[in-house]
């Protein structure tokens, strides 16, 4: 049967390749249905292939690979395939294919693979320019989200319905770091409103509990963290830096009691994090210290460089 089912698959995209209406029309069964994630075609075998044969019009340089092929007892053979489109697009399919006992097609789900969002981490201390930095980033590069874990608990905060306002304001106030499970989905959200492909994730993960709570909820399958973006800067800058920004930025945060426990946290909290991804080669280290504008230049080529790295 296994061998059977992987004969009449691989006939099957033979024919598929060769663009061949009545052929492929020849391999389905007189009652049969075609799902992709455009369109359905059916009841019939005619509609099907008349489907197929419309793709083929709109991209004649569309081919098939088969990847690998799945089978059971049963008589549905799942493949794997590659769609190639053109030159620049190839497309990872899912197709679930059922046959009846004469050997042809009853119906057909193909599945498309979306490529995973991209994430960069951005850390660095407080100060260091990792929101100025971002802010440029977006200016630029018009697939990526700035997602500021820091902007999303004010915000949070500032809502009145929100359970966990209070909470959030203290733990800020402390310069301390707010539960995971709180951060977690509201970076999700935010992710999931943007509808951007690439993120840049602000202020995470800054704390042990912060990875967890990023593995646990988002995780491999969630999206592909292609590094840190780690901005480094000394302390005395900083200080100034946030004082100065204090003048006019309304945080309750950036103040001399607050920046100095932002300071402890950072330090004890979020370097070890910053050095795991550094011991995995993960961290793209940038010179904070600079004028923005220098900074910039930097930052750019590492941007570039994340954008040209395959997805997955
Ligand atoms: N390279 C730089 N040189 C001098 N000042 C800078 C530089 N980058 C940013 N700043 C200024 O320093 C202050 C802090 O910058 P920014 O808000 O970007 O830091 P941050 O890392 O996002 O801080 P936080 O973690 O506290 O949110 C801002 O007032 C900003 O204008
Ligand atoms: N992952 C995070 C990010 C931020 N916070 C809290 C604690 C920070 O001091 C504050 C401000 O963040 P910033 O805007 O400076 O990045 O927000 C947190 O608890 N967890």
Known sequence: ???????????????????????????????????DWNAEHGPTRADVAKGIAGIWKDVPTIKIEIVDLFTSVTNTCVASIRVIVDAATTLKVTDVIEYDDAGLVVRLDAYVAQPKPKVLFVLGGPGAGKGTQCAKIVEEFS??????????????????????????????????????????????????ASKKSCFLIDGFPRNLDNVTGWKENVGELGAQVCGVLYYEAKEDELEKRLLSRGETSGRSDDNIDSIRKRFKTYISETMPIIDEYKAKNLVYTVDGMPPADEVWKVTQGIVRQVEAMPPM
């Open 1 to 35: 049967m296994a061998e059977r089912l992987r004969e009449l698959t691989t006939t099957y995209f033979k024919v598929w390749n060769s663009h061949d209406q009545a052929g492929i029309e020849a391999l389905h069964s007189e009652k049969s249905t075609l799902k």
């Open 143 to 192: 697939d990526w989200a700035h997602i500021s874990a820091g902007d999303c608990l004010r915000a949070e905060r500032q809502d009145p319905n929100s359970k966990d306002g209070e909470l959030i304001e203290q733990i800020i106030k402390e310069g301390k770091i707010v539960p995971v499970a709180i951060t977690v989905k509201l970076l999700q959200k935010a992710m999931v």
